[in-house]
T-cell receptor
Framework: AQKITQTQPGMFVQEKEAVTLDCTYD???????LFWYKQPSSGEMIFLIY??????QNATEGRYSLNFQKARKSANLVISASQLGDSAMYFC????????????FGDGTTLTVKP | DAGVIQSPRHEVTEMGQEVTLRCKPI?????LFWYRQTMMRGLELLIY????????DSGMPEDRFSAKMPNASFSTLKIQPSEPRDSAVYFC????????????FGPGTRLTVL
């Protein structure tokens, strides 16, 4: 079974609006970390935000926030006030404490911000 | 820190040739990962090391692929012989132990096999 599922291959959003990118995960490990990475057209992979499984509050980093719903096993990325530079591929990833360092990545969501 | 360093950034070679990709992880990181990214297959984990020891190479496509990490600051991914279907972007990434630590990716090597 896929451990990280990103159901939206592509998303469009109008500039200055908010957008939510979906991510669901599957694990039996009580301790894990969830990550979002951005890959612009230039190709580099950029770390955006982290949420720990024991964190009580949703993570925020500037315009990025993570809507963490543990019972539903979802970790959606919310980008507020979208900018043209947010157009990129976004990957959700999970790292389990018992899995010796390995991260599992989703298939990614391509976000296009329209002017 | 300079981040994860990969070389070369671009490689064009002919089918049958040997290709060696190089990676220098961030100092102090004890995990190193090799990924391959294509449009068709997305981001695939090929192999990863912990303290220079290969932990999981189940993602290595076939015997033509091999990876080594002779010391904490250097790793290679070798393809011999190369085939056109090996054309992809190959990323190296490193991180520290702990589920709270993100991976730091190198800029990638774009490999084209003609």
């Amino acid at each position: 079974a896929q451990k990280i599922t990103q159901t939206q291959p592509g998303m469009f959003v109008q500039e200055k609006e908010a957008v939510t990118l979906d991510c669901t995960y599957d694990t039996s490990d009580p301790s894990y970390g969830l990550f979002w990475y951005k890959q612009p057209s230039s190709g580099e992979m950029i770390f955006l935000i982290y949420q720990g499984s024991y964190d009580q509050q949703n993570a925020t980093e500037g315009r990025y926030s993570l809507n963490f719903q543990k019972a539903r096993k979802s970790a959606n990325l919310v980008i507020s006030a979208s900018q043209l530079g947010d157009s990129a591929m976004y990957f959700c990833a999970m790292r389990e404490a018992t899995n010796a360092g390995k991260s599992t990545f989703g298939d990614g969501t391509t976000l296009t911000v329209k002017p | 820190d300079a981040g994860v360093i990969q070389s070369p950034r671009h490689e064009v070679t002919e089918m049958g040739q040997e290709v060696t990709l190089r990676c220098k992880p961030i100092s102090g990181h004890d995990y190193l990962f090799w990924y391959r990214q294509t449009m068709m297959r997305g981001l695939e984990l090929l192999i990863y090391f912990n303290n220079n020891v290969p932990i999981d190479d189940s993602g290595m496509p076939e015997d033509r692929f091999s990876a080594k990490m002779p010391n904490a600051s250097f790793s290679t991914l070798k393809i011999q012989p190369s085939e056109p279907r090996d054309s992809a972007v190959y990323f190296c990434a490193s991180t520290r132990a702990g589920s709270y630590n993100e991976q730091f990716f190198g800029p990638g090597t774009r490999l084209t096999v003609l």
